[in-house]
């Protein structure tokens, strides 16, 4: 079955980066478009970035600038670097595949 598995979250000061990855298997991951949503708590689940098979990308107006989504299908693994990070981007990220396929979060914080 799909499993994807997040990683890199963690503690960061406002100002400072992060690098989240996320892996997949049990997928054609190359043919998979693939998307970073957060959610803090008592808020919805957004979307914070999305790319395509072929590269392309969309970002939440919140993140544009800041945020950079990448891709490595040899390696199965999606990225998000987040730089100049806010304490308003803390939450659980999740990495995301349609329709339905969602991996456990990673918590990010930011704070000093």
């Known amino acids: 079955q799909v499993q994807l598995v997040e990683s890199g979250g963690g503690l960061v000061q406002p100002g400072g980066s992060l690098r989240l990855s996320c892996t997949a298997s049990g997928t054609i991951f190359s043919a998979s478009a693939m998307a970073w949503y957060r959610q803090t708590p008592g808020k919805q689940r957004e979307l914070v970035a999305y790319i395509s098979t072929d590269g392309s990308t969309i970002y939440a107006d919140s993140v544009k600038g800041r945020f950079t989504i990448s891709r490595d299908n040899a390696k199965n693994t999606m990225y998000l670097q987040m730089n100049s990070l806010k304490p308003e981007d803390t939450a659980v990220y999740y990495c995301?595949?349609?329709?339905?396929?969602w991996g456990q979060g990673t918590q990010v914080t930011v704070s000093s």
């Open positions: 995301h595949k349609g329709p339905r396929y």
